[in-house]
């Protein structure tokens, strides 16, 4: 009779497994073709120049030994400088903290900023990641809607005139995951000074912001108030396996995160810090890969919509991919996504469908779509079969 085990953490019972990486293990089928994965597409990351940076790196001894908890100095300087042009005000080495990847630094930003119980705002549909690291830090949520121009700030100037003092608000403003929208010029404004009134920190995700490809994202958030925290990574415009990613944040954050992050890991990799800086600083060899980066993706968003549009017309409305790495599509017939899925695997094609990405009950009729690791044409043959399950 083996022992009984000693209990766990009382926490753990209002957390659940990502959907969407349970879903990713019913897509490794070769027939499927997945519009699943956030992933973005290895054949466009720059192996050489990474190998080259990490021969580099490995000729000296420093890129093997622990790095400062904060980050790897020169790293940092070249993170400050990228941040400056993008918020067009000095940003100082101390407001920079790398982290293992942005999602690293939501957690730890969730420990710091939350205490149990406290209110935590999220955009509907919301970011699973940050969905999960909230009720990990034991936060109440709750959600306000998005439409055409991102998170609906009238919604929340109304949440906090009924009295609710929220501790962060959370939101992805450029090219939404999943939702596919950008925030407006407008609301990014209204937000930031909300922030400030009302005493709430707002954490601005965004690892997408560089993949536009019609005309750059608007400012960010984080130029119109010091109490936004920005965050990024380069997991989508080099590899996600550097783990690199970064925050911007007032000192007095950084250090809290500090302490946080000692206690976690200690520190990152020196080697791929090393081989990102590398990458990072090489201005002209950066514009040129992104550019590329932006015009594969950008032709394989304008053939996935275009072949929604076609095979399902007024059945389906959906979002205009003008960057990032997704499309957000609506039923309007009624169709159950959820009820849906298993029929689209049988015929080859996966997505994920809303109600993964529900704060509460909603979306069933919803599903997210990733266009960036399928060409144009099996993006066709994608909804073209999604169209015959949807049919059956």
Known sequence: MSPTLPPLAGKLATLKSSAIRDLLKLTTRAEVVSLAGGLPDAALMPRERIAAAADAA???????????????????????????????????????????????????????????????????????????????????????????????????????????????VHTVSNFHNPGGVTMSPRRRRELAELAVAHGFWVIEDDPYGELWFDEPTPEPVAMFSPTVIRLSSVSKILAPTLRVGWMVAPDAVCRAVELLKQGADLCGSALTQQIATELLSDDAWLSAHVDRVRAA?????????????????????????????????????????????????????????????????????????????S????????IDRLAQAHAG
């Open 58 to 168: 490995l000729a000296g001894a420093g890129c093997l030994q622990y790095t400062e908890s904060p980050g790897w100095g020169p790293l940092r300087d070249v993170l400050a400088a990228r941040e400056s042009a993008r918020l067009g005000r000095p940003v100082p080495v101390s407001e920079v903290f790398v982290t293992h990847g942005s999602q690293q630094a939501l957690s730890l930003l969730a420990e710091v900023l939350l205490d149990p119980g406290a209110l935590a705002v999220v955009e509907d549909p919301a970011y699973v990641g940050a969905l999960q690291v909230f009720r990990a830090a034991g936060a109440r949520i709750v959600a306000v809607p998005l439409d055409g121009e991102g998170m609906r700030v009238d919604a929340l100037r109304e949440l906090l005139a009924r009295g609710e003092r929220p501790a962060v």
């Open 297 to 373: 993706y950008g032709e394989r968003a304008k053939a996935l919509v275009h072949a929604v549009r076609t095979r399902f017309g007024d059945r389906i409305t959906c979002t205009d991919a003008t960057g990032g790495m997704f499309v957000w599509a609506d039923f309007t017939d009624g169709t159950d996504t959820g009820a849906l899925l298993p029929r689209a695997l049988e015929a080859g094609v996966a997505f994920v469908p809303g109600s993964a990405f529900a704060v509460g009950e909603g979306y069933r009729h919803s599903l997210r779509m990733c266009f960036t690791t």
């Open 375 to 382: 060409d144009a044409q099996t993006l066709e043959t994608a």
